[in-house]
């Protein structure tokens, strides 16, 4: 890796962009949690259920997080700490930012890491990934009130197909990036397959037992359990 790179990459005026980027997005955390706990009485949650709601969504984080930790270390390497901190902090999608990275310097010519990596490199690299990241947020900014008026209409008329629209949308998202990901071969398979069952597993033994707590935890054994099966496919 070209030292200069890595100076501009580390730089001062970085930092301060990186530290002002995250530093709003904690600030919107803060305040959609005390929006969210604000309005809990009104939509009769109890404050139980509130906790219950926020240990629930802190587990479920930690899971994906170690996914994205792994490719986390290897974009420090590449693009230094505030690029990287910044995008994921912004998207969290570390395999997005890594896809947007790798476009960037194949439309500059050059390798990410390899000696033809320059600062214009970088530079075109960090454009992609900011311009690339620009449209789900200029979306949401523009019509989130919009949607949410759309939203409130259908449900008037048929809160049951609200209820399967959002399913099926998750479902969808989901179900194509766990068959994209499943797409790099056998290990990648058994990985996505045995996470898919033991996710199963987990939330009927959860239900039938009336155990909450493994219902918090499903998602992240279930992930680890995807994630060794997949390597001892690997190795063998």
């Known amino acids: 890796m070209n030292s200069d790179v890595m100076a501009l990459a580390n730089s001062a005026p970085l930092w301060i962009m990186a530290f002002i980027v995250v530093s709003i997005v904690i600030f919107q955390g803060i305040v959609f949690l005390r929006l969210s706990i604000k309005t809990a009485p009104d939509i009769g949650m109890s404050s139980d259920e509130v906790k219950s709601s926020i240990k629930t969504g802190f587990i479920s984080s930690l899971g994906p997080s170690f996914g994205i930790a792994i490719v986390v270390v290897s974009l420090l390497a590449l693009l230094g700490s505030p690029i990287t901190l910044m995008r994921i902090g912004i998207i969290g999608s570390a395999a997005t930012e890594s896809a947007a990275a790798g476009i960037g310097a194949d439309v500059f010519g050059a390798d990410l890491g390899s000696a033809a990596f320059n600062e214009q490199a970088f530079t075109t690299v960090v454009w992609t990934m900011c311009i690339g990241g620009m449209g789900w947020l200029i979306f949401t900014a523009l019509f989130t009130k919009s949607l949410g008026s759309f939203q409130k209409k259908v449900v008037n008329k048929n809160a049951k ?76």
């Open 161 to 236: 197909a609200m209820g399967l629209v959002s399913t099926a949308a998750m479902l969808g998202a989901f179900g194509y990036l766990a068959s994209d990901s499943m797409t790099g071969g056998m290990s990648y398979i058994v990985a996505g397959t045995i996470s898919a069952a033991a996710m199963m597993l987990l939330m009927f033994a959860s239900q039938r037992l009336d155990v909450n707590w493994l219902k918090e935890w499903a998602l992240g054994i279930a992930l680890v359990i995807g994630m060794t099966g997949g390597y001892f496919t690997s190795i063998l």
